[in-house]
């Protein structure tokens, strides 16, 4: 168990921009980042961060809270996972405590999975390198392929004996559970018994985008036509080979730094590019680009450069994914290299200027491209010229920016001699196809569902209640330690029994007005997570006088977490739709605080008397006390009193 020292270090150290901005690509806006929801397909920003508070936001998905918080969603970590991430990141040694035998048992089959792989990277790698088959096949392969000893080690490639179970007893002497290797599919157990999936190839690690080991590929140096030259790890609870990018963890600063990410198809396109120094480089594993994957690469920059070999195979296989990245809004850019030459043997016959070079002259835009290349195929056909006017057209259709869609068409126009006007019409076709037909609803059938969303909305409608009490919490934060001014109502009575009602300003903290209100009525708030919040704030501006945002925020509970990222950043959404630039202008609560504190909580209390009312009416009800028992009237009566009390004095509130 992680020691609170350490979590302490950690909270302060990291700095919850740096962390999500590896993940994603952040834009300033105003005093926070702004950017495209990793947690949903969108085409504009709902996801902010604030340096500030040290929160962020997915108004999209409504998820938000601390750096830990987006650790946990985004890359599925425990919290001592996120803490150790953290540390490492930040270089902070980790102090440990003893663990109990029931947080040893919390630890999930998936984690189990991960902590397999990373045994087994590093045993690959150590294979690699102090292994005599390792050394003479694996490592002799890697530096005849021009990976330098560093490229090597930074990209923890391995080697996988030949023998058939080499690795599996290795796994099974450091205490793994064989239902657990054999799960992460490094080893295969058959009639014939259990057999290293891996053995007698060269290794290279899969990481996901936090660097934690998904799968494996490994490459037979053999020359055995019954195997398969290239193979990866099975599908499993955490590897999906359509959602993984080879090289995206090496990759995701330089993507973000040059705003480009370049995508190949090889492991060793990735490394021999990265070497020569194009560190903004993924690769899609060998298999067919997926839309997972493009939305991988969409969270840290919209524009794509897909290199392909100079053969007729790779150029066809760049059309296919062409459509895919178009339909996420992304700018796509072509780039083939000459025929016989691949990313891999290219990079390692020039030079670092030659490649920056190339890839600025030669990548062409996608309609540009695919012209070229089928005007190239269909020759002087018209038959086939059609079929090619109606691809590329097909291809402007997944355009989601009308204004784009527009500017390609004219361009296909011109470079296929066609008229606009049958351009357009041919794209109205393609977009016609899309639609989804309107069916016509029977009338008594539309009245059933009309009927039944209301139901559906009013079992649905919130508390309001508990909407007071997350607005009494809202202005603990951000205005408890401000001094304001109260229209207090003070109601006497004359020597004739006549009520006299007295309007008098106060000035006072508003936690302190706050609290005193409450414990009027000795108040306790309904829901459990906001009453724990309002106990802690109330404590810490009772005994230090005020509340640091950057403290509260650390809550280990993830509810109370993103409860805290919704109030904090409820009055930042509107930086994500410009309003200023349209002429539209929140104003500030605090010019109005007191106003909004007297409202809330005179609402609040009513509310709550109103509450009280009804629970002593349904127990009269239910005792048959009603207009019998002297002291229940009286009651009833004296809550009554308040009532009218509490909205004559929020009728005053202007």
Not at 89 to 99: F, G, H, L
Not at 226 to 241: F, G, M, Q, R, V
Not at 443 to 471: A, F, R, T
């Amino acid at each position: 168990m992680i020691s609170r020292s350490t979590i302490d270090q950690v909270y302060e150290a990291a700095r919850v921009e740096e962390v999500i901005g590896d993940f994603i690509s952040l834009k300033k806006s105003g005093s926070n980042f702004k950017g495209l929801s990793p947690f949903s397909q969108e085409r504009t920003p709902s996801f902010m961060v604030s340096p500030v508070k040290q929160i962020w936001k997915d108004f999209s998905s409504g998820k938000g809270g601390n750096v830990v918080a987006f650790l946990m969603e985004h890359e599925h970590f425990t919290y001592p996972e996120s803490i150790e991430f953290l540390a490492k990141k930040y270089n902070i040694e980790i102090e440990k405590t003893e663990q109990s035998t029931a947080e040893k048992k919390k630890t999930n089959q998936r984690e189990s999975l991960f902590m397999v792989n990373k045994f087994a990277q590093e045993q690959f790698s150590k294979d690699l390198w102090e292994f005599s088959e390792g050394i003479a096949i694996g490592l002799s392969y890697f530096r005849e392929r021009g990976f330098s000893d560093h490229t090597i080690r930074f990209f923890g490639l391995g080697y996988s004996a030949q023998q058939r179970d080499h690795f599996f007893k290795i796994l099974i002497k450091a205490g793994y559970l064989e239902k657990n290797i054999i799960d992460t599919g490094l080893v295969i157990k058959n009639d014939r018994g259990v057999v290293d999936r891996f053995r007698g190839r060269v290794i290279f690690p899969i990481r996901s985008m936090a660097g934690r080991i998904q799968g494996f590929g490994g490459r037979i140096l053999s020359s055995n036509l019954k195997t398969a030259k290239y193979l990866n790890s099975p599908e499993s609870d955490i590897y999906h080979k359509s959602q993984v990018l080879y090289g995206i963890y090496e990759a995701k600063k330089a993507i973000v730094r040059e705003d480009i990410c370049f995508l190949v198809e090889g492991y060793t396109d990735v490394i021999q590019m990265y070497q020569k120094g194009i560190e903004n480089i993924v690769s899609s594993s060998g298999t067919a680009l997926s839309s997972e994957q493009i939305q991988l690469i969409r969270r840290l920059t919209s524009n794509v450069v897909v290199l392909f070999d100079g053969d007729a195979a790779g150029l066809r296989a760049a059309i296919r994914g062409i459509d895919l990245i178009l339909e996420q809004g992304m700018n796509v850019r072509i780039c083939s290299f000459p025929e016989g030459e691949d990313p891999d043997s290219f990079a390692k016959s020039h030079s670092l200027d030659e490649i920056k070079t190339y890839l600025l002259d030669e990548a062409k835009d996608f309609i540009q491209f695919k012209t070229d290349l089928l005007l190239k195929e269909a020759a002087n056909d018209p038959v086939k010229k059609a079929t090619t006017i109606r691809e590329i057209v097909q291809s402007i259709s997944k355009i989601p920016d009308a204004i784009k869609q527009e500017i390609y068409i004219r361009e296909c126009s011109s470079k296929m001699e066609v008229s606009e006007v049958i351009l357009f019409n041919t794209l109205a076709q393609e977009k016609n196809k899309k639609s989804v037909p309107i069916r016509k609803i029977d009338s008594n059938m539309d009245k059933q569902v009309l009927s039944n969303q209301k139901s559906d909305i009013k079992s649905k409608s919130v508390n309001p209640i508990i909407l007071l009490e997350k607005q009494i919490i809202s202005i603990l934060l951000q205005y408890g330690n401000d001094e304001a001014s109260f229209d207090e109502l003070l109601v006497s009575s004359d020597k004739e029994g006549n009520l006299i009602e007295e309007s008098k300003t106060v000035h006072s903290k508003v936690h302190e007005k706050i609290f005193l209100d409450l414990q009027q009525d000795e108040v306790e708030m309904i829901q459990p997570e906001f009453q724990s919040l309002y106990s802690q704030l109330i404590e810490k501006f009772q005994i230090e006088g005020k509340v640091q945002l950057e403290k509260i925020i650390h809550q280990e509970d993830p509810n109370l977490g993103k409860i805290l990222t919704d109030i904090l950043l409820a009055d930042e959404e509107h930086q994500l739709h410009n309003w200023e630039k349209k002429n539209i202008f929140v104003k500030d609560r605090k010019s109005v605080v007191g106003q909004l504190v007297t409202e809330t909580i005179l609402t609040f209390r009513r509310y709550l008397v109103d509450e009280k009312i009804k629970n002593l009416m349904n127990v009269a009800k239910q005792l048959n006390l009603k207009n019998k028992d002297p002291d229940f009237l009286e009651e009833v009566m004296q809550y009554q009193g308040l009532k009218k009390l509490l909205s004559r004095k929020l009728n005053r509130v202007i």
